[in-house]
């Protein structure tokens, strides 16, 4: 899938996907560590979308940009 249409799901159909993806992953180590994967790129690139679905839920699971930037700009005025 496109990042595009993955920023689109909701956190539960991304949950879902997740789950999805890392049973995927299970599957295709399997068959990498029996020789009996193809090709190796389907593992790589199973690994990036779950990589790319967790970065999303975690973007999804923060706090507003407007809270996230005040919390920020107060960081680094205590930190002089």
Known sequence: MELDEFKQMSADDLRVKEREAREEIFRLRLKLRTNQLDNPANYRRARKELARIMT??????????????????????GAS
Do not use: D, F, Q, V
């Open 56 to 77: 999303i839920l975690r973007h999804k699971s923060e706090a507003p940009a407007g809270e996230r930037a005040a919390r920020t700009k107060a960081s680094y005025a």
